[in-house]
Structure formats: structure tokens, C-alpha cells
């Protein structure tokens, strides 16, 4: 969004408050909202992401309905968002002054990149790509616990255009000692400590080497927008949302484990072994999330949607996985006694999310559930209840369910 759209939606704002927001344009810098406005903010929502569900202004945390998923590609003002810290001047003014990425650490020679030779120096890569937050779903978790109480729109599959990780770690020379890709970003912490980064994540150096792993400047067809990362983000598809660093100045090439913030502890990290609800596990069993699980949505229709029962009932929606592709989706309506196969499409690219799509038949008027069930290449599916519950509510993948009145 440019500063000029928030600038006016300050005033607009403002002007349904019954008086103007005095120097409202210094604020609309920072990524705060005035005080005396927060929880308009929070009712009509972020400029351009009105129909997102607020969970937060400061830091911006927002989330879609199913429903606003439908489409195979999620359109910029329905991607969710999850920022830890605040939005880097830089990107609100979508300014590229004295920006480069520094590439270092176990590399042969470090590099400095400026946005045009990034652009020149490798091939130009497009792909639709699935990010989800590791906390997608946390708010089913019981005992509750804290963070973003993320319901089922923590995830969007936009497209995203830029270069290959790869290229530009090969270019650099990757050496035999590196263990560990970790970003470093721009984005200030909440109270704008001077040089402390809210969060500074990765992946093993494997996943930063993986082709679909990207350096990416560009979101269906327009520069990143400013809370998506502008100028320049990583995308790690299939692995944590966190692991997917926006706003970048530098990616460092480490011979260890990266421990920057939201690395350690319980952050990102998941019980090795099943622990009870409630229950406090050692740190030493705590290991970091990879490869996020097979999930499905239901996009289509609405829950709650009222439909005759003399004519078949279209139901769609989307599935997808950390690794590899999702092989069958099936549906049920009568709380898994009998199982129908939805007709399921490929990806677009590894990565993607696939559509599905299925007609159902209902036996009686009434009310009844519509349960989706996605299965991975190895077979694995999605649970009927709440998975594993873990200290900071991450990897939810229980099968999403809609209620239906048949009439
Ligand atoms: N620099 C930086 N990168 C970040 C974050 C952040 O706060 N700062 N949030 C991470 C988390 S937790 C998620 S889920 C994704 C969300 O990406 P999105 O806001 O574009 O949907 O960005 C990740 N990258
Ligand atoms: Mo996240």
C-alpha cells in the first residue's frame, strides 16, 4: 500500500470520528494507528485488507474467512498477515534507497546484491506457492494457549515472482561447513529498539537449496506489498510461515543451527514426543518444525449455507502439504461412516495448493455436517480431532468442518 492510501484512509477515518487526525502522516509511517482510532482499525479493518479478520494492529495480524480462499490463486488483499514487529519505513514508502541483500557467512566470496543486479544477475522464477503460519489453527487447541489465536485463514497461495535461493547461494559458493540459511530483516520490534530484530529465522540448508525455495520480489504480478515483505522476502514453501523472512537485508550463511530470535525455546519447536494438554515438556525434547502437515479446506460454500434437497450440492475447496502432493481428498456427511472421493486436481507447480471439488447428495432435509479429508503421498490424513497439543498451539491440521441445513 502506498503511504498516500493510508494517509487518506487516516483521514477518512478521522473524519468519521467527527475531526481530523493531526499529523497523522508521521504515523502513518511507523505501522501504528492512532490510539483514538485503534479500534476502528480493528472493526473495518487494514487499508486494503478490509475483509480480513483483525487480530491485532501493532503488530498487524489478520486473517481470511474460509470462504475468502475460494480462489486458486489468493489475491493480495485476502493473504493474511503476520508481522512480529512493525513495518520497515522503507517498505510503507516502497522506497528502495540504500537498500541491498548481503549474502555471507560459509560462502566462498560474500555477495551485495542491489534490487536491479538480483533481478539481472539470475533467471526470473514464477510460481504459486502455499504459505501457512506454523500457528494456523491454534485457537482450536485446549488447554488455550497464547499467541495469535489463528482460526483456519492463517494461509494463502499467491504468486510469487523472483529468483532462486539456490542461485544465488551457488553464485556466492556454498562451503561444505554450511548447516544453516538464517535471514536477518528490517522490520523494527514493537518499541523500536535500535538494531534488535523481532525475529530472525531459517532453514537447513538443504530446504535453502531446494529449487522452489525463493528470493522473491513480487506478488501476483505487483511489488511486494509493504506488510508482505517489500522489497525482498524468502518464500520456504511447505515449512512454517515464520520461516519465510520478509522485509530482508541480509541472509548468512551459518556452520550451526541458526539461534536467532523465535529459534530457540518453544518457538517453532514441537515436543518430540506426545505430551498431555497442559502439560510442561524439557526444552531438550523440543525440536524445530519442518515440513508442515496435509490440510484441507472447505472454501465453498459457506458454513451455515442453506441449500434444497432436490438438486446436488457443489462443494469445493483446496488441500495441500509441506512435501510432496496431496493424493485424495474425500468428503463426508455423515460423520465418517462413508467417505466420497472429491475430484482433485494437480498442482500448479510443486507447492501449489490443489483444488478439489465435489457434488453431494443429502438423504433428508435437516441439518447435517460436511467433513474434508485430505491424504499426502505417503498416506498420511488429517485427524477428525484436534492434533497433539503442544505449548505454543502450532500445526493444527484437523479436518475442517462445515454445518449445512438441507431444506
Ligand atoms: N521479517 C519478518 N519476516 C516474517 C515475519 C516477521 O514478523 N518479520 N513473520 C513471519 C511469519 S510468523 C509468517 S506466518 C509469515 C507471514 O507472511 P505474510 O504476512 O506475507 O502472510 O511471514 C514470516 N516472515
Ligand atoms: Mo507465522
Redesign the pocket.
Known amino acids: 500500500m502506498h503511504s498516500g492510501d493510508r494517509r487518506s484512509f487516516l483521514s477518512r477515518l478521522g473524519m468519521a470520528l467527527g475531526a481530523p487526525v493531526i499529523f497523522a502522516d508521521v504515523l502513518s509511517r511507523s505501522g501504528i494507528f492512532p490510539e483514538a482510532l485503534a479500534q476502528s482499525v480493528l472493526e473495518k479493518g487494514w487499508p486494503g485488507k478490509e475483509e480480513l479478520r483483525m487480530l491485532s494492529d501493532r ?1 498487524l495480524n489478520a486473517e481470511a474467512s474460509a470462504t475468502l480462499l475460494d480462489d486458486p490463486i489468493t489475491p493480495n488483499h485476502r ?7 512493525l513495518i520497515p519505513d522503507r517498505a510503507v514508502k516502497a522506497d528502495l534507497t540504500g537498500w541491498s541483500l548481503t549474502v555471507d557467512g560459509e560462502v566462498g566470496q560474500a555477495l551485495t546484491l542491489d534490487m536491479p543486479s538480483l533481478k539481472r544477475r539470475f533467471p526470473n522464477v514464477s510460481a504459486a506457492l502455499v ?5 494456523n489453527g491454534r485457537a482450536g487447541f485446549y488447554p488455550r494457549v497464547g499467541g495469535n489465536p489463528w482460526t483456519l485463514g ?1 494461509v ?1 497461495c499467491a504468486r510469487y515472482t523472483g529468483v532462486r535461493l539456490r542461485d544465488v547461494l551457488q553464485e556466492a559458493g556454498v562451503r561444505d561447513s554450511a548447516v544453516y540459511l538464517a ?1 536477518h ?1 528490517e ?1 523494527p520490534t514493537l518499541n523500536r529498539e535500535p538494531g534488535k530484530a ?2 530472525s529465522r531459517g532453514v537447513p540448508i538443504e530446504k535453502a537449496l531446494d529449487p522452489h525455495t525463493l528470493l522473491a520480489w513480487e506478488m501476483n504480478g505487483v511489488p511486494l506489498p509493504a ?3 517489500f522489497p525482498l ?1 524468502l518464500i520456504c514453501p511447505g515449512w ?9 537485508k541480509r541472509l548468512q550463511v551459518r556452520d550451526q543451527v541458526h539461534d536467532g530470535p523465535k529459534m530457540t525455546g518453544t518457538s517453532y519447536r514441537i515436543p518430540r514426543h506426545p505430551v498431555a494438554p497442559g502439560e510442561k515438556a524439557p526444552e531438550e525434547d523440543f525440536e524445530i518444525i519442518g515440513a508442515m502437515p496435509v490440510k484441507s479446506l472447505i472454501t465453498r460454500p459457506a458454513h451455515q449455507f442453506q441449500t434444497p434437497l432436490n438438486q446436488p450440492l457443489e462443494v469445493g475447496g483446496h488441500a495441500w502439504c509441506g512435501e510432496g502432493e496431496v493424493k485424495q481428498v474425500d468428503l463426508t456427511t455423515d460423520y465418517g461412516v462413508s467417505w466420497q472421493p472429491a475430484r482433485l486436481q494437480s498442482p500448479a507447480n510443486p507447492f501449489a495448493w490443489q483444488s478439489w471439488q465435489c457434488q453431494l447428495r443429502f438423504p433428508e432435509s435437516g441439518f447435517y455436517e460436511i467433513w474434508a479429508r485430505a491424504t499426502d503421498q505417503d498416506g498420511r490424513h488429517q485427524p477428525m480431532v484436534v492434533p497433539g497439543w503442544n505449548p505454543k498451539g502450532y500445526l493444527n491440521n484437523a479436518m475442517h468442518r462445515i454445518a449445512v441445513r438441507v431444506v
Open positions: 503488530p493473504h493474511f498477515v503476520r508481522n512480529n514487529g504459505i501457512e503460519c506454523g500457528g492463517a494463502g535471514y530483516a522490520d523481532p525475529i506488510e508482505h515483505g522476502r512454517p510461515g515464520s520461516t519465510s523472512g520478509k522485509w530482508l
